[in-house]
Structure formats: structure tokens, C-alpha cells
């Protein structure tokens, strides 16, 4: 049960970095937020949501699944020093994707 919360910090990264660019995009497409803004913000902002989810949703979810009365353990520990470093950098990387994309222009011909 460890790993598929290690697997669901994942998602939640992946959900939260989804939702971030969407409200973004729509704050920039109104004019409401400078693209610059936007990006920084989005930018700055997932990679912390990243290290969020690796520091309180993983344990969170490893205690939901004990109190449920399913196996969970952390083993050695390893998994509680991975889930942080992982969710922040895959919230980085998604974070550099984001970033290009929420300034991406089509061509005009």
C-alpha cells in the first residue's frame, strides 16, 4: 500500500500542476494577470505544491490506509526522504514545461 501512495502523491502533483495552468491560462487570456506574472507564478508555485504533496499527502495517505486497517509501512524510511525529492522535482519539471506552454503562440502563416 506504500507504493501506491507514493503513486497517488504523484497524481495529486500531477492534478494540482494541471489546475494551476488552467487557472493561469484563464487569469492571462482575461487580462486580468500579465503573462510574465502568470508564468512566475505558476512557475514558483508548483514546485512548492510538488514538495506539499511529498511531505503531507504521502504520510497522510500511508496513515488513511493503516487507519482503514491496510498494510502500510515505510519501510526503512527511504520512501519518506523519496517522495519529497521526487514530487519536487517532478513538479519542476512540470513546472519548465508549464511555463513555455502558457507562452506558446500559434504560428500565423
Known amino acids: 500500500m ?3 501512495a507514493y503513486y497517488l502523491s504523484f497524481v495529486i502533483t ?8 488552467l487557472v493561469s491560462r ?9 503573462e510574465a506574472s502568470g ?14 504533496s511529498g511531505l503531507v499527502v ?9 487507519i482503514v486497517g491496510a498494510s502500510a509501512s515505510y519501510g526503512h524510511g527511504e520512501a519518506l526522504v523519496a517522495a519529497p525529492i521526487f514530487n519536487f522535482i ?10 513555455v506552454v ?5 504560428l500565423k502563416w
Open 58 to 66: 504521502f504520510p497522510g495517505l500511508v496513515s488513511l490506509f493503516r
Open 26 to 34: 484563464a487569469r492571462i487570456k482575461a487580462a486580468t494577470m500579465s
Open 14 to 21: 500531477l492534478l494540482a500542476a494541471i489546475a494551476l495552468f
Open 90 to 99: 517532478f513538479a519542476s519539471v512540470l513546472a519548465l514545461l508549464g511555463r
Open 39 to 52: 508564468k512566475n507564478l505558476y512557475t514558483l508555485t508548483l514546485p512548492l505544491l510538488g514538495a506539499f
Open 102 to 106: 502558457l507562452g506558446w503562440r500559434a
Open 2 to 4: 506504500t507504493d501506491i
